[in-house]
Nanobody, 120 residues
Framework: QVQLVESGGGLVQPGGSLRLSCAAS????????MAWYRQAPGKQRELVAA???????NYADSVKGRFTISRDNAKNTVYLQMNSLKPEDTAVYHC??????????????WGQGTQVTVSS
């Protein structure tokens, strides 16, 4: 069993910053891609940023230049540094990971989510 636990969400004013963390624990052999998604009320879940095990990243156009995804493979943790936050960034942010639990056995896992609210 593998768990993803996010932290770092909260209330911030427009223009502010937050750093989200997501730690994976459990029966982990290795982790491939890790990503952050978000879901605002009444909207579909969307990809915010992703990072491969080798460090290649990609971002949604709406967050390019403002958000940075990174990971610490030794700690099985992925981070999302969010700067210049806007009210439209308000959403529940979910961590996602492709986890190798054994040789040639890979499962996709989701975290429970952390609320980010950008408001004055």
């Amino acid at each position: 069993q593998v768990q993803l636990v996010e932290s770092g969400g909260g209330l911030v004013q427009p223009g502010g910053s937050l750093r989200l963390s997501c730690a994976a624990s459990g029966s982990i052999f290795s982790i491939n891609a890790m990503a952050w998604y978000r879901q605002a009320p009444g909207k579909q879940r969307e990809l915010v940023a992703a990072i491969t095990s080798g460090g290649t990243t990609n971002y949604a156009d709406s967050v390019k230049g403002r958000f940075t995804i990174s990971r610490d493979n030794a700690k099985n943790t992925v981070y999302l540094q969010m700067n210049s936050l806007k009210p439209e960034d308000t959403a529940v942010y979910h961590c996602n990971a492709d986890v190798n639990v054994g040789r040639r056995v890979t499962y996709n896992y989701w975290g429970q989510g952390t609320q980010v609210t950008v408001s004055s």
